[in-house]
């Protein structure tokens, strides 16, 4: 298996609803991360997890709550969006040990999910 | 000034011509640098990274990376109508913690018409 699946695809949510989007792979990497994608903009980096702790937040606010609970997973509980939230939510993973290529340079790819589309009315 | 520059583009060629893209950046941390392809409604996918200065050439892509400039490009040969897609480039210092922070470029749009 050398993919990270999310789920769901798509999400529609009120701001006072509570959901859930589900990050998994099973490639034994040990760092996961989430990024939040506007349209037509680049990901940004919310949250990084390293060896099921979190090593990363970037100043995210407290309605973003992300979860490790194993090595595989990750989630992100979304409580009280608002709708400038909207956005797509990506999910991505590295080794825990760079890759070694042919020239001799250790490289850490993150693996990216097709992401979850979220719509916050 | 953002950490990142790149043009939005959208940039549109005829199939067969070769693209140039290219990222500006300001902090001289950066040691890994890489381009991304993100097709509509899909995650990003790798395409090439660099570590440091120099080329880097895989198949019809070629990265370039010149530090003392702060500018890295990407160019892709005889382009095709399946390589219309964002092209994001991305840089990282480095592993910290077992994870590597990753700034993005804003995205260059490119569409190949056949």
């Known amino acids: 298996d050398t993919e990270v699946t999310q789920t769901p695809k798509h999400l529609v949510m009120g701001m006072t609803n509570k959901k859930s989007l589900k990050c998994e792979q099973h490639m034994g990497h040990r760092a996961m991360y989430w990024y939040k994608q506007k349209a037509k903009k680049p990901p940004e980096l919310m949250f990084v997890?390293?060896?099921?702790?979190?090593?990363i937040n970037e100043s995210v606010p407290s309605r973003f709550s992300p979860e490790c609970p194993n090595s595989s997973l990750l989630n992100l509980h979304l409580h009280a969006l608002q709708p400038e939230d909207s956005a797509l939510y990506l999910c991505a993973s590295s080794p825990k040990n760079p890759a070694l290529d042919r020239t001799g340079v250790h490289y850490n790819e993150q693996f990216f999910g097709p992401g979850t589309r979220l719509t916050v009315l | 000034q953002k950490e990142v520059e790149q043009d939005p583009g959208p940039l549109s060629v005829p199939e067969g011509a070769i693209v140039s893209l290219n990222c500006t950046y300001s902090?001289?941390?950066?040691?890994?640098f890489m381009w991304y392809r993100q097709y509509s409604r899909k995650g990003p996918e790798l395409l090439m990274y660099?570590?440091?200065?120099g080329n880097k050439e895989d198949g019809r892509f070629t990265a370039q990376v010149d530090k003392s400039s702060k500018y890295i490009s990407l160019f892709i040969r005889d382009s095709q109508p399946s390589d219309s897609a964002t092209y994001l480039c991305?840089?990282?210092?480095?592993?910290?913690?077992?994870?590597?922070?990753?700034?993005f470029g804003q995205g260059t749009r490119l569409t190949i018409n056949p």
């Open positions: 997890y390293s060896y099921e702790k979190l090593s």
């Open positions: 902090n001289s941390a950066f040691q890994y």
């Open positions: 660099t570590y440091s200065s």
């Open positions: 991305a840089m990282s210092p480095g592993t910290i913690q077992g994870a590597q922070k990753l700034v």
